[in-house]
C-alpha cells in the first residue's frame, strides 16, 4: 500500500504569482485534507474534499482553491501568491467510509513553498 | 483563539526514562484526540488516537490519556529511545453535525531523547 505523495518537494515563487500544488492519496482513502503550516506552528485546517467535493473550509481566502479527481487525488491552487502564503503545504488523507468525521488522517510529505 | 495548547514548546528526558507530553484543550465539543510525530522535512506521522468515550489508550511504548472533566491529555512514551526525537503535536476533531473531522492543531512540542 502506497502513502500519500505530494509534488513537488520544493517551491519557489515571487509575490503576485501563482501555484499549483499536487497530492495522491493513500490507495483506498476518498478523503482529502490540506493544512498550511507556518515555521514554528501547528498545521491549520485550509480545506477538506470528500468525493469531489468541497466538504468545510478554514479560515483562508478565496485565492486558495482546490479540487479531487475521480480518482481522489488532489490539487490546491493558490494565487496572487503573498509573502505570508511561505510555509509547509500538508495534505492528509483519510480511509473511506463516508465523510470524515472521525477518521485518522494520514499526511504526506509536504511541499515546502517559498514567496519571494 | 487557540483551541488547542501546548504549552511546553521543548522537553528533554533521558533514554529509558518516561515521556510525558501535555495538550489543553477549551472546544467541549471535541470528540476524538490524536498525536502525531513529526521529523524535519517529513510530514507528520500519526502515533496513536483516543475517542471521548474512553480515558485511557495504549499502543506498544505509547499511551494516551484523557481527562475530559480537565480537558486535557497526555501522551506517555515508555521508555523513551534517542530515535523518538521529534516535534510532537497533539490534534482534536469535532463531532457536530456535518462536521468534517477537520483536525485542529497544537503548536508543537519538541522532544530531545539524550543517550
Known amino acids: 500500500e502506497t502513502g500519500v505523495t505530494q509534488s513537488p518537494t520544493h517551491l519557489i515563487k515571487t509575490r503576485g504569482q501563482q501555484v499549483t500544488l499536487r497530492c495522491s492519496s493513500q490507495?483506498?482513502?476518498?478523503?482529502v485534507s490540506w493544512y498550511q503550516q507556518a515555521l514554528g506552528q501547528g498545521p491549520q485546517f485550509i480545506f477538506q474534499y470528500y468525493r469531489e467535493e468541497e466538504n468545510g473550509r478554514g479560515n483562508f481566502p478565496p485565492r486558495f482553491s482546490g479540487l479531487q479527481f475521480p480518482n481522489y487525488s488532489s490539487e490546491l491552487n493558490v494565487n496572487a501568491l503573498e509573502l505570508d502564503d511561505s510555509a509547509l503545504y500538508l495534505c492528509?488523507?483519510?480511509?473511506?467510509?463516508?465523510?470524515?468525521?472521525?477518521?485518522?488522517?494520514?499526511f504526506g510529505p509536504g511541499t515546502r513553498l517559498t514567496v519571494l | 483563539d487557540q483551541q488547542v495548547k501546548q504549552n511546553s514548546p521543548s522537553l528533554s528526558v533521558q533514554e529509558g526514562r518516561i515521556s510525558i507530553l501535555n495538550c489543553d484543550y477549551t472546544?467541549?465539543?471535541?470528540?476524538?484526540f490524536l498525536w502525531y510525530k513529526k521529523y524535519p522535512a517529513e510530514g507528520p506521522t500519526f502515533l496513536i488516537s483516543i475517542s471521548s468515550i474512553k480515558d485511557k489508550n495504549e499502543d506498544g511504548r505509547f499511551t494516551v490519556f484523557l481527562n475530559k472533566s480537565a480537558k486535557h491529555l497526555s501522551l506517555h512514551i515508555v521508555p523513551s529511545q534517542p530515535g523518538d526525537s521529534a516535534v510532537y503535536f497533539c490534534a482534536a476533531s469535532g463531532g457536530l453535525s456535518g462536521n468534517t473531522g477537520k483536525l485542529i492543531f497544537g503548536q508543537g512540542t519538541t522532544l530531545q531523547v539524550k543517550p
Open positions: 492528509a488523507s483519510t480511509p473511506a467510509g463516508g465523510p470524515a468525521a472521525q477518521g485518522t488522517q494520514y
Open positions: 472546544n467541549s465539543m471535541f470528540d476524538y
Open positions: 490507495s483506498g482513502h476518498n478523503t
